[in-house]
């Protein structure tokens, strides 16, 4: 017999070469390999570790600022792990990141208005006193 055959990366069981998935297991086999995503061992890919810094930043001292580039980020880059072109490692991260972007983003605008309520109030109470007298 002069058929060839492939081994499976996984199990290591012998398939027939027209075999597009493992007999025993299931696993795409090698011909298949440009579509395979990234090998799970990965580390977080960079826009998620960028993602959670930004996140931190916002909620410390950038507000906003950072808080929305780290939910576009965040985001992104969970489409990105979905697909399977960024390492599963990240998705803690860009949900962190996400997370931490949006309460800081929530609070640099509760700040905000906050200081415009103070500031409108501030100066418009000496006129409401005065009305009142
Ligand atoms: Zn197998």
Known sequence: M??????????????????????????PLVAD?????????QSAGAKAIISLILGILSIFMLGFLAGI?????????????????????????????????????VL???TILLIVFFIFFGLSFPFIFSCAL
């Open 108 to 110: 640099s605008g509760l």
């Open 33 to 41: 390999a440009a579509v395979a995503a990234v090998p799970p061992s």
């Open 69 to 105: 580039p780290a939910m576009i980020l965040a985001k992104h880059e969970e489409d990105e792990i979905r697909r399977g072109r960024s390492p599963v490692a990240g998705e803690m991260l860009a949900k962190l990141g996400f997370w931490l972007g949006l309460i800081g983003t």
């Open 2 to 27: 002069t058929e060839q055959s492939i081994s499976c990366p996984r199990c290591g069981h012998t398939n027939t070469s027209d075999s597009r998935f493992c007999n025993k297991c299931g696993n």
